[in-house]
């Protein structure tokens, strides 16, 4: 008996192959302009974020990364075995560590944190999608910075005042100590700036690593995919007040680094499935005036937008 099937029905891997790269490619030119108007797409799809009720609405940067992680990118999210829970308002500051694997970092991890902390991210992605990324500083939800040497105590200081200009909307910070993208399949050293900065004002740290994000949105690999099932692993928390010595907080953080690590990446499409879905919580605050301002930027660059697009499609058909 024959128990490889006909061989003319059977699948070229290679052409399998060749194909899913194709349609990536185009799913990824075809999902970059979303990406790129995101901010203002939020506005019409996340209903939540243009509620009248200025006293409970998602913060602007929730519902963009709710939009963009959920309806955009239809993402799944996974709760790895041995996950812990997020840390959340009410304990304290607390940086968030994740890992840095392609475009999608920025949506996925601030769905992940439930909008309760700001993203440290570089000004050259200001310049890149300034769409987003205006509006996203505007309100709070991405902290901007230079990548430069020998200014550790200006950053530091504006951290702080970034803190205190927002107080009350963020109690935590997300960024990403190994510097750089990292999609091989070990992680790499962790930078130690932002863990001292935690250290040096008595912060805890959390370690939150999702696997397979690259697959969602990826400029090094210029492919998207829609559905994703991606696994996350909240680690232990740890207090840099238990720690007085800040090697043995960078060991101990550095540890909970592996572990989340390891339970995240490896994982086999059949593995990742079986984990159970996992749903952050709906977060809600008193709006402000640089909400209501945000939102009303939002609505007429999507007015703008809609404008342009007509009278270039207007134009194109000769009906003008």
Not at 37 to 60: E, I, K, Y
Not at 119 to 138: E, H
Not at 211 to 234: C, D, I, N, Q
């Amino acid at each position: 008996m024959d128990m490889c099937g006909d061989p003319s029905e059977r699948v070229d891997p290679a052409r399998e192959s060749a194909v899913a790269r194709a349609r990536g490619f185009l799913t990824f030119l075809a999902m970059t302009p979303a990406f790129a108007s995101s901010f203002q797409l939020s506005l019409l799809f996340a209903h939540d974020a243009v509620r009248l009720d200025r006293r409970r609405r998602p913060h602007p940067g929730l519902a963009w990364a709710t939009f963009t992680t959920i309806t955009a990118f239809g993402c799944r999210m996974k709760r790895a075995r041995g996950s812990r829970r997020l840390r959340r308002d009410g304990d304290g500051r607390t940086l968030y560590l994740c890992n840095h694997r392609a475009w999608s970092d920025f949506f996925v991890d601030v769905y992940l944190t439930e909008g309760r902390a700001f993203m440290m991210s570089r000004m050259l992605v200001a310049v890149v999608f300034p769409l987003f990324m205006v509006p996203a500083m505007a309100c709070g939800c991405v902290f901007g910075f230079n990548r430069s040497g020998g200014e550790k105590d200006k950053l530091n200081a504006a951290l702080d005042a970034h803190y205190a200009a927002y107080e009350g909307e963020f109690e935590g910070m997300v960024c990403y100590p190994e510097g750089t993208r990292n999609v091989r399949e070990h992680s790499l050293p962790l930078k130690r700036g932002m863990l001292r900065y935690a250290h040096s004002r008595k912060m805890a740290v959390q370690v939150i690593c999702t696997g397979r994000k690259e697959r969602v949105f990826s400029s090094h690999l210029m492919s998207a995919e829609r559905g994703v099932a991606l696994p996350t692993y909240f680690s232990d928390v740890v207090l840099a007040e238990d720690h007085p010595d800040f090697e043995d907080f960078y060991n101990k953080i550095r540890a909970e680094w592996d572990e989340s690590w390891s339970a995240v990446n490896g994982l086999s499409d059949a593995e990742v499935e079986s984990l159970p879905d996992y749903v952050p919580r709906e977060r809600l605050v008193r709006a402000t005036a640089t909400h209501d301002a945000v939102m009303l930027g939002g609505l007429v660059c999507l007015a703008l937008g809609a404008a342009l697009v007509y009278r270039g499609g207007s134009r194109a058909f000769g009906l003008l």
